[in-house]
């Protein structure tokens, strides 16, 4: 037999993760991705304003000191060689200056009276030709292959013109976008893998509730414990250990139900053996007779035996679907089926059963059962002749069923113990099974019923009242 976990079934612990880390890549992804978009646009914005923060302090600087100056050839700001050379790229400080001022460059030009400009000081980084269009403002221009963001300033005559290189500003803004996004990302992975950890403790008790269900064998029925019971788990835990509580009683009372039937069939079974023997080794007529009356007793005995069993382990079953019936015409109907026994003991049976149906939703053979075996009780252990009366009221939100003989009555000590299955009280008279009143209280208790057992009328005999919740 297989015992192992049933496949095709999507595991919670995977659709958890899973789950998670698809929400939580959704939503760093696109805070990321903002971020970034955000951090882009102020960098953007903090490099256009370095470039117009350099023109002014140029202009203030330069610009003013060679506006009417002649200068035969352009002064050049040169940069220290370690920096201006092609060496390695370095993204720190040095004491010299830092890496990205060779991306930086600056042109001082001054408008001739010709109308063509000259060219009056640049930074070595910069080109002899102009960096952009002498007019005011940010623009962009192709230098080299690569594209410069320029920043023009007019001084009078003098025009101060300070540019970047693009790549510089895009490996810069890339640099500002993985500082942003670097983090996000090892927060997410350590989230990611508390998540899993955190997950999977918290789904252990089912892991370890199967376990236990894996481990157990078919003879064991008590409850199961779990060292951790969650309030998610609670109830499938205790709906569980109901099941198993449930299985056990079915299990105990069908065996018990068994072993009760194999002990009560023997004797009558012996019996029936010694009829047979006795009307085999009769000598005459009058001896055969006795024994045949013995014997056909004793079969109808056994059938009546055989058919309370049958009943009374139909009553412990699940029951049939419930449909609307009426509780007088059923008890109406099980006296009816009596008349003629009671009439062969000279006992009276009365039913005053009155008007009102009695509906209720209940399964109409089990309560037909009921009442047969309340007034097959009565007729059994009252003395012939005697009165059985049967009634049936309404009483607000109930039926109230009596049925009351005049025989020996029940002892006050006995009146739980009656409802047992096989028990007859000691020295009763009759040849009942002792399953009739069990069989009553089997099918009551699946309604939703009660039973009570009391005197009779005048103190004398017995009255076994029910009562029935109606529709």
């Given at each position: 037999m297989n015992?192992?976990?049933a496949?095709?079934g999507r595991?919670?612990?995977?659709l958890?993760?899973?789950?998670?880390?698809?929400?939580?890549?959704?939503?760093?992804?696109?805070?990321?991705?903002?971020?970034?978009?955000?951090?882009?646009?102020?960098?953007?914005?903090?490099?256009?304003?370095r470039?117009?923060t350099?023109a002014?302090?140029?202009?203030?600087?330069?610009?003013r000191?060679?506006e009417?100056?002649?200068?035969?050839?352009?002064?050049?700001?040169?940069?220290?060689?370690?920096?201006?050379?092609d060496?390695?790229?370095r993204d720190?400080?040095?004491?010299?200056?830092?890496?990205?001022?060779?991306?930086i460059?600056?042109?001082v030009w001054r408008?001739g009276?010709?109308?063509?400009?000259?060219?009056l000081?640049?930074?070595?980084?910069?080109?002899?030709?102009?960096?952009s269009?002498?007019?005011?403002?940010?623009?962009?221009?192709?230098i080299?292959?690569?594209l410069?963001?320029?920043?023009?300033?007019s001084?009078?005559?003098?025009?101060?013109?300070?540019?970047?290189r693009?790549d510089?500003?895009?490996?810069?803004?890339?640099?500002?976008g993985?500082?942003?996004?670097?983090p996000?990302?090892?927060?997410?992975l350590?989230?990611?893998?508390a998540?899993?950890?955190?997950?999977?403790y918290?789904?252990?008790?089912?892991?370890?509730?199967?376990?236990?269900?894996r481990?157990r064998?078919?003879q064991a029925?008590?409850?199961?414990?779990?060292?951790?019971v969650?309030?998610?788990?609670?109830?499938?835990?205790a709906?569980?250990?109901?099941?198993?509580?449930?299985?056990?009683q079915?299990l105990?009372?069908?065996?018990r139900f068994?072993?009760?039937?194999?002990?009560?069939?023997r004797?009558?079974?012996?019996?029936l053996r010694?009829?047979?023997?006795?009307?085999?080794?009769?000598?005459?007529d009058e001896?055969?007779?006795?024994?045949?009356s013995?014997l056909?007793?004793?079969?109808?005995?056994?059938?009546?035996?055989?058919e309370?069993?049958?009943?009374f382990?139909?009553?412990g079953?699940?029951p049939?679907?419930?449909?609307?019936?009426s509780l007088?015409?059923v008890?109406?109907?099980?006296?009816?089926?009596?008349?003629?026994?009671a009439?062969t003991?000279e006992?009276?049976?009365e039913a005053?059963l009155?008007?009102?149906?009695?509906a209720?939703m209940?399964?109409?053979?089990a309560?037909?059962?009921?009442?047969?075996?309340l007034?097959d009780?009565a007729?059994r252990?009252?003395?012939?002749?005697?009165?059985?009366a049967?009634?049936?009221e309404?009483?607000?939100?109930?039926?109230?069923?009596?049925?009351?003989?005049?025989?020996?009555?029940?002892?006050?000590?006995?009146?739980?113990r009656?409802?047992?299955?096989?028990?007859r009280?000691?020295?009763?008279a009759?040849s009942?099974?002792g399953?009739?009143?069990?069989i009553?209280?089997?099918?009551?208790?699946?309604?939703g019923?009660?039973i009570?057992?009391?005197p009779?009328?005048?103190?004398?005999?017995?009255?076994?009242?029910?009562r029935?919740?109606l529709?």
């Amino acid at each position: 037999m297989n015992t192992g976990p049933a496949e095709g079934g999507r595991s919670i612990r995977m659709l958890l993760l899973a789950g998670t880390t698809l929400i939580m890549l959704a939503v760093m992804g696109i805070s990321a991705f903002l971020s970034f978009a955000a951090g882009q646009k102020e960098a953007e914005e903090l490099f256009d304003a370095r470039l117009a923060t350099s023109a002014r302090v140029i202009e203030s600087l330069i610009a003013r000191s060679v506006e009417s100056a002649t200068i035969e050839s352009p002064l050049v700001m040169a940069l220290p060689a370690p920096l201006a050379e092609d060496g390695q790229h370095r993204d720190g400080p040095t004491a010299l200056g830092h890496y990205y001022e060779t991306h930086i460059a600056y042109q001082v030009w001054r408008a001739g009276e010709d109308g063509v400009p000259r060219l009056l000081a640049r930074s070595s980084s910069a080109p002899q030709e102009p960096i952009s269009a002498l007019e005011p403002g940010f623009s962009g221009r192709v230098i080299d292959g690569r594209l410069w963001r320029v920043f023009a300033l007019s001084s009078g005559a003098v025009w101060i013109l300070a540019g970047e290189r693009d790549d510089a500003r895009a490996e810069l803004t890339a640099e500002l976008g993985w500082a942003v996004t670097a983090p996000m990302l090892a927060g997410l992975l350590l989230v990611l893998a508390a998540s899993a950890v955190l997950i999977r403790y918290g789904l252990s008790p089912l892991s370890e509730l199967a376990q236990r269900i894996r481990a157990r064998t078919p003879q064991a029925f008590g409850p199961i414990a779990l060292s951790r019971v969650p309030a998610e788990v609670a109830p499938v835990l205790a709906a569980l250990n109901g099941l198993l509580e449930r299985v056990r009683q079915t299990l105990d009372r069908e065996r018990r139900f068994v072993d009760t039937a194999a002990h009560e069939l023997r004797t009558p079974l012996a019996a029936l053996r010694l009829h047979a023997q006795n009307l085999q080794r009769a000598r005459d007529d009058e001896e055969r007779a006795a024994s045949l009356s013995r014997l056909l007793e004793g079969v109808e005995r056994s059938a009546h035996l055989t058919e309370q069993m049958l009943a009374f382990s139909r009553a412990g079953r699940p029951p049939g679907e419930p449909t609307r019936v009426s509780l007088r015409e059923v008890v109406a109907d099980a006296a009816r089926q009596r008349e003629v026994a009671a009439g062969t003991t000279e006992h009276r049976l009365e039913a005053m059963l009155g008007e009102d149906p009695c509906a209720m939703m209940a399964d109409a053979s089990a309560l037909s059962s009921m009442a047969g075996n309340l007034i097959d009780n009565a007729l059994r252990y009252s003395p012939p002749g005697s009165l059985v009366a049967i009634t049936l009221e309404r009483s607000q939100n109930q039926a109230v069923l009596r049925v009351s003989d005049r025989g020996p009555g029940i002892p006050e000590a006995m009146r739980e113990r009656v409802f047992e299955p096989y028990y007859r009280i000691p020295g009763a008279a009759g040849s009942g099974s002792g399953l009739g009143l069990s069989i009553v209280r089997e099918v009551i208790d699946r309604i939703g019923g009660a039973i009570s057992i009391g005197p009779g009328p005048a103190g004398a005999g017995t009255t076994v009242e029910v009562r029935f919740p109606l529709a």
